[in-house]
T-cell receptor
Framework: GAGVSQSPSNKVTEKGKDVELRCDPI?????LYWYRQSLGQGLEFLIY????????KSGLPSDRFSAERTGGSVSTLTIQRTQQEDSAVYLC????????????????FGPGTRLTVT | GQNIDQPTEMTATEGAIVQINCTYQ??????LFWYQQHAGEAPTFLSY????GLEEKGRFSSFLSRSKGYSYLLLKELQMKDSASYLC???????????FGRGTSLIVHP
C-alpha cells in the first residue's frame, strides 16, 4: 500500500519568501507529526495532530511556522518569511492509534522535503 | 524534559556484531523506539521496548533496562547495507510524541 508522501522533495527559496510543504499520511492514520532534521542533528519535533483534537504546537520554533490538517488527512506546513536557519529536511510521519497500550504507535515517515533558504 | 544520549559514530567490520547504546533521563517513561535511517532517506521503525529485557527480531535485537535508563540495539552478522544512522527515541509522561536522540552513525567496512 501507499506510504507517507511529501511534496516537494526539494525546495530552494530566497530569504524572506513563504513556503508550503505538503504531507499525505497513510490512509486511516489518525496521528500526524512534523519534524525537521538539520545536518548531523536528531529529529526536532514541530507539531502533532491527532484526529479532531487541537494540535500540539509546542515544538514550533517561532510564529513564522504554522500547520494545518484538512479533513483529518493531508497536512500543510507553512513557513513565512523564511530565514537561512530554516534550511533543513522537513519530515512528516503518521501513525495509527492501536488499542493495545504496548503497541507503541510506531511512526511511518515520509521521504522528507529538503528546504534550502538562500 | 528528556535527555537522550547516544554515541555519535561507530565503525564495525562486515560479519561482526555491534552494540549501539542509548541512555536516557526522563520521568514517566512509557517506551523506547529504535529507528534506522539511511543517508538521504526517511527513518524506518526497528523496535519498540516497553518492558525490561531483550527482544529479538532476526539479526537485530533491542534491550531495555528501565531502572538504569538504558537501552541498546544489537546488530549481528553485519552487512554493508547496515551502514546507517540509528535513532533512539523515548516516549514519556503519556505523550504520543517521542523525543529523538541525535542518532548514531554506523559505518560497516569490509
Amino acid at each position: 500500500g501507499a506510504g507517507v508522501s511529501q511534496s516537494p522533495s526539494n525546495k530552494v527559496t530566497e530569504k524572506g519568501k513563504d513556503v508550503e510543504l505538503r504531507c499525505d499520511p497513510i490512509s486511516g492514520h489518525t496521528a500526524l507529526y512534523w519534524y525537521r532534521q538539520s545536518l548531523g542533528q536528531g529529529l526536532e519535533f514541530l507539531i502533532y495532530f491527532q484526529g479532531n483534537s487541537a494540535p500540539d504546537k509546542s515544538g514550533l520554533p517561532s510564529d513564522r511556522f504554522s500547520a494545518e490538517r484538512t479533513g483529518g488527512s493531508v497536512s500543510t506546513l507553512t513557513i513565512q518569511r523564511t530565514q537561512q536557519e530554516d534550511s533543513a529536511v522537513y519530515l512528516c510521519a503518521s501513525s495509527s492509534m492501536g488499542l493495545d497500550g504496548l503497541a507503541g504507535y510506531e511512526q511511518y515517515f515520509g521521504p522528507g522535503t529538503r528546504l534550502t533558504v538562500t | 524534559g528528556q535527555n537522550i544520549d547516544q554515541p555519535t559514530e561507530m565503525t564495525a567490520t562486515e560479519g561482526a556484531i555491534v552494540q549501539i547504546n542509548c541512555t536516557y533521563q526522563t520521568s514517566g517513561f512509557n517506551g523506547l523506539f529504535w529507528y534506522q535511517q539511511h543517508a538521504g532517506e526517511a527513518p524506518t521503525f526497528l523496535s519498540y521496548n516497553v518492558l525490561d529485557g531483550l527482544e529479538e527480531k532476526g539479526r537485530f535485537s533491542s534491550f531495555l533496562s528501565r531502572s538504569k535508563g538504558y537501552s541498546y540495539l544489537l546488530l549481528k552478522e553485519l552487512q554493508m547495507k547496515d551502514s546507517a544512522s540509528y535513532l533512539c527515541a523515548v516516549k514519556a509522561g503519556g505523550s504520543y510524541i517521542p523525543t529523538f536522540g541525535r542518532g548514531t552513525s554506523l559505518i560497516v567496512h569490509p
